[in-house]
T-cell receptor, first 114, second 114 residues
Framework: AQSVTQLGSHVSVSEGALVLLRCNYSSSVPPYLFWYVQYPNQGLQLLLKYTSAATLVKGINGFEAEFKKSETSFHLTKPSAHMRDAAEYFCAVTPGAAGNKLTFGGGTRVLVKP | GAVVSQHPSWVICKSGTSVKIECRSLDFQATTMFWYRQFPKQSLMLMATSNEGSKATYEQGVEKDKFLINHASLTLSTLTVTSAHPEDSSFYIC??????????FGSGTRLTVV
């Protein structure tokens, strides 16, 4: 079984400041990990994914995440927040190869202050 | 590539009627599709896994007679909410397994039952 915990349901950052969204996972097998972004009344867009290759993963819109097995973490960062980064972010895990069902974290809503 | 089209985007129906939501993979074949439900300001809850040509696998607590899933072709899965009631009002999202990123999500359907 797998699970995901996102620490902090809401994060507020100033425009230009660092964005840090925390994600910890639990999986009985080597996981694949994903970060998705959701804008209001829309589906999910993939930001980046970890599939057992490089532990530092770069995604779209300047986001990146680092897989740390020892800490069972996959935190998402962006050096400089933009207003357009205001959205809901979800971390998700699936055991092994993609194709199994995703388990989502509770989500973190990001507010960007001008 | 890997586009999933979900229709309708929103629907309002009367209590007791049925509503069908379609999820199409436009440029790839999707042997497996997933249906999620999302309550306001909450995460995605997996309802069922839809496999082409076979019966869907429902998650615990999801009424299969209430939420009928059909995956008759490699590009189309449908979710029918039967005898809808106000408590079925929610945001429904489908996703499909793809060859690249793993999962592609539809844009979601806002269902309101009055």
């Amino acid at each position: 079984a797998q699970s995901v915990t996102q620490l902090g349901s809401h994060v507020s950052v100033s425009e230009g400041a660092l964005v840090l969204l925390r994600c910890n996972y639990s999986s009985s097998v080597p996981p694949y990990l994903f970060w998705y972004v959701q804008y209001p009344n829309q589906g999910l867009q993939l930001l980046l994914k970890y599939t057992s290759a490089a532990t530092l993963v770069k995604g779209i819109n300047g986001f990146e995440a680092e897989f740390k097995k020892s800490e069972t973490s996959f935190h998402l960062t962006k050096p400089s927040a933009h207003m357009r980064d205001a959205a809901e972010y979800f971390c998700a895990v699936t055991p092994g190869a993609a194709g199994n069902k995703l388990t989502f974290g509770g989500g973190t809503r990001v507010l960007v202050k001008p | 590539g890997a586009v999933v089209s979900q229709h309708p985007s929103w629907v309002i129906c009367k209590s007791g009627t049925s509503v069908k939501i379609e999820c199409r993979s436009l440029d790839f074949q999707a042997t497996t599709m997933f249906w999620y439900r999302q309550f306001p300001k909450q995460s995605l809850m997996l309802m069922a896994t839809s496999n082409e040509g076979s019966k869907a696998t429902y998650e615990q607590g999801v009424e299969k007679d209430k939420f009928l899933i059909n995956h008759a072709s490699l590009t189309l899965s449908t979710l029918t909410v039967t005898s809808a009631h106000p408590e079925d009002s929610s945001f429904y999202i489908c996703s499909a397994r793809n060859r690249g990123d793993g999962y592609t999500f539809g844009s979601g359907t806002r269902l309101t039952v009055v």
